[in-house]
């Protein structure tokens, strides 16, 4: 079946077609670098770099940007605090961010733009708008979208201009011509780093740097726009109307937004100060585990955090890395011949692959190794399957792994020394608790091992162990 995905501005799922053939552009919102990130910010990493990764399986040439916002009030307002420089503050955090992706098994997207390398572009982008009479200068040397110019402002988030300025949540501002007019152009302010425009001294708004950045790095529209579900209003909404104010086209084919991780009913955030910092819950936790917990739920549905899930999840990711051991060691070990699970791998990847091209559906297609985890394992017990068979799952498994990341990719097999040395106590202290038919304990030296990422192997020589 064809790609679909569900645009969030359509609000229905559509057949994906590239702009350009074979190619795809993609634009993620990423985090303002004034701390580390937390939980709610790896979901959509996660969520984002499974996309990509299932794209790039598919054969697109996938061009992925993620941007920094290393200019915004949060920053000025922490770096003020520890007396630095807010570059200083931005970089520190910027690097945290990269140890914090890696941790999570989240590849590096092809470019990370950062708001304070590109203001020319931006001070280029707002002198289009006002020229094309979207924008208005101010005497402090601010810039405003006039919103009032655009007929269909509020179409992403579905939300109707009147109704957003009865609502009274606007702040009122003399300088503007209307309550809901937001700042593509921050005068400067005493304390706070600013650049020359045309309008005087000044930094830009949150939302023209998106815009401005895509248009630089990706061009006037792209196939793929990417966030959080939180950012659909304002910073989406407004993103679309400076772009297309400029541009006359619209800004992405589809916009694609993960649901919100919840605490307690209420999103994960710094301002709620209900947040989980990513490397403090990587004490406890492997990547692995993380990832499953997020990708065994739709990205568009909300999902509520707890250690108690994760824990949840460990425990069933645990369930298939043992599977996966075992066929393992069944690939080299079992009969030659046998008629179990025979079109089990290639009936799996058809269902797998079909869920993934169902609006990347990853929890259905989770759902699909364990039953095939299942039907192997009963295989397995009754020898009935082949070493073939069994090495085709361990290949279908590796392709549906390199796409999620759910288990260790890379593998090294035991080289001597110390760790071989404390492997053999370990394997022979299970070899004897089986031969007393303790197997519970033996099974629990096997299971926290597959833990640690290491699987035992049966071999003509002798059990072996492996990294994987």
Known sequence: MPLRIHNSLTKKKEEFVA?????????????????????????????????VRYLRYLGYDVMHVTNFTDVDDKIINRANEEGIDPS?????????????????????ADMYPKASENMETIIEMIGDIISNGFAYPTKDGSVYFEVGKVEDYGKLSNRKLEDMESSGRVVLDEQKKNPMDFAVWKGAKAGECSWDSPWGKGRP??????????????????????????????????????????????????????????????KM?????????????????DAGTVRFYFLNTHYRSPLSYGKDMLAEAHSALRRLKNNYVELVNYSKSGPD?????????????YRFFEAMDDDFNTSAAIGELFQLAHSANKAMA???????????????IDVFNAILGILPEESK????????????????????????????????????????????????????????
């Not at 080289?415 to 099974?443: F, H, I, N, P, W």
């Open 337 to 349: 011949t046998g008629s179990g699970c025979c079109g089990l791998a290639e009936n799996t990847k």
């Open 19 to 51: 702009i350009e053939p074979g190619k795809v552009s993609l634009y993620v919102c990423g985090v303002t670098v004034y701390d580390d990130i937390h939980m709610g910010h790896a979901r959509s990493m996660i969520v984002f770099d499974t996309l």
């Open 269 to 285: 955030s710094k301002s709620l100060g209900n947040f989980f910092r990513v490397r403090d819950v990587m004490k406890e936790f």
């Open 88 to 108: 200083e503050l931005s970089a520190r955090y910027i690097n945290r961010y990269f140890e914090d992706a890696e941790s999570l098994g989240v590849r590096k």
């Open 413 to 468: 097999t035991g080289d001597g020394g110390t760790a071989d040395a404390v492997m053999g106590v370990l394997m022979e202290l299970r070899k004897e608790l089986r031969s007393r038919k303790q197997y519970d304990l033996a099974d629990m030296i096997r299971d926290r091992l597959a833990d640690a990422g290491i699987i035992l192997e049966d071999s003509a020589e002798g059990m072996k162990w492996k990294k994987i």
């Open 382 to 396: 009754e020898r009935s399957m082949s070493v073939k068979t069994a090495g085709e799952l361990v290949g279908a």
């Open 205 to 266: 708004g949150w939302h023209i740097e998106c815009s401005a950045m895509i248009r630089y790095h990706l061009g006037n529209k792209i196939d793929i726009h990417g966030g959080g579900s939180d950012l659909i209003f304002p910073h989406h909404e407004n993103e679309i109307i400076q772009t297309e104010s400029v541009t006359r086209d619209i800004l992405a084919n589809y916009w694609m937004h993960n649901g919100m991780l919840q605490v307690r009913d209420e």
